[in-house]
């Protein structure tokens, strides 16, 4: 009788035994497995919007312990410029990075950072277009979930030929897209819209004759080769912003999602510093392996060239107020955050 018992017992602990094991080894793996992202970007690997995400992603996997693994797809391999935030919305990719300035009608709160309003560099523009963004909440961002925004540098006119006064740019054509373009069609240019990567083969056929955009370009995508001048005119950025699925983000555990929140403000302010510096080395790559001349322009020359722009805040007052935005508090509020 006793040693029934004894072996009752032990029949007893073996089957607890194999139960708890069991149990353990089909809930480790869904414990200890890793959360896979893709991330789609659009310009090439080199370029800034490019580093930035490889930046997002390394601080990401390494500040969650390597419970989430990214995998980036930079120059357009998964998503086209133009395509990216519908595609992030239908879940074509988990994360992508946008330009706002290509789709100048859908982003219009945001887009207001392009205006010529004075933003001196890309760390000031950066930050004022994420406070803008937290202030205003545009409706066009509703579908998605922001991670990150940032700005490029102010433009210049690289070209293949020399330009020092409105005479030189009349009738010019020259890539440029968004408030890019605007400004350039006030200066008597003709802008054509393209996006980035396509520029190299434009200007090799000679379908424009330069651009307007930030200088690191210059050395990024090459543009030294072709454009041999540099018009000093620092007005007008690219907004960008880095958006996630929405249902993708909801799925994430919260420590996941506090990651992501927590790096915000600090890979907008990152992105901005990284530019800035960028810049700086672009111009002296420029200058002494492509023998590159920087023109700028006289005090008198400028003044008419700013001239021409201020008409340009006016019609997007107008056409903002229009669509029922506070569009006087939303440029009020931009110059108060680049201060």
């Known amino acids: 009788m006793v040693k029934r018992s004894f072996f009752s017992v032990l029949l007893t602990l073996f089957f607890l035994f194999t139960i708890v094991s069991c149990l353990f080894v089909f809930q480790a793996p869904a414990m200890a497995g890793t959360i896979d992202l893709n991330y789609a970007n659009f310009p090439p690997a080199p370029t800034f919007p490019c580093v930035q995400m490889e930046r997002w992603k390394v601080e990401v996997e390494k500040r969650t312990n390597g419970q989430v693994s990214i995998k980036t797809f930079p120059g357009g391999t998964l998503l086209g410029a133009k395509e990216m935030m519908d595609g992030v919305i239908a879940g074509q990719a988990d994360i992508g990075?946008?330009?706002?300035?290509?789709?100048?009608?859908?982003?219009?709160?945001?887009?207001?950072?392009?205006?010529?309003?004075?933003?001196?560099?890309?760390?000031?523009?950066?930050?004022?277009?994420?406070?803008?963004?937290?202030?205003?909440?545009?409706?066009?961002?509703?579908?998605?979930?922001?991670?990150?925004?940032?700005?490029?540098?102010?433009?210049?006119?690289?070209?293949k030929y020399p330009v020092k006064t409105l005479d030189d740019i009349k009738g010019m054509d020259l890539r440029a897209s968004g408030g890019a373009a605007q400004i350039l069609k006030a200066w008597g240019a003709n802008p054509v819209g393209m996006p980035m990567p396509a520029t190299v083969e434009a200007l090799q056929k000679g379908t424009v004759k330069g651009l307007f955009s930030s200088l690191e370009v210059m050395k990024d995508n090459n543009f030294a080769e072709m454009c041999k001048y540099v018009t000093l005119t620092e007005t007008g950025i690219y907004p960008f912003a880095v958006i996630m699925n929405k249902a993708k983000y909801a799925s994430l555990p919260e420590d996941v999602k506090k990651v992501f929140m927590d790096l915000k403000e600090e890979q907008s302010l990152w992105t901005g510093t990284y530019m800035d510096e960028q810049i700086q080395k672009s111009i002296a790559w420029s200058k002494e392996t492509q023998n590159v001349e920087f023109i700028s322009l006289s005090a008198a020359e400028k003044a008419k060239w700013d001239g021409k722009l201020s008409f340009i805040i006016d019609d997007w007052i107008k056409t903002a107020k229009e669509k029922g935005l506070p569009a006087e508090d939303i440029v009020k509020d931009i110059k108060a955050f680049i201060q």
């Open 97 to 159: 990075n946008i330009c706002m300035a290509y789709q100048p009608g859908r982003f219009i709160v945001t887009n207001a950072t392009s205006l010529p309003l004075g933003i001196k560099d890309a760390k000031t523009g950066s930050l004022a277009l994420l406070k803008l963004y937290e202030k205003y909440k545009p409706e066009a961002f509703k579908d998605v979930v922001v991670l990150t925004m940032f700005a490029n540098a102010p433009g210049n006119v690289m070209s």
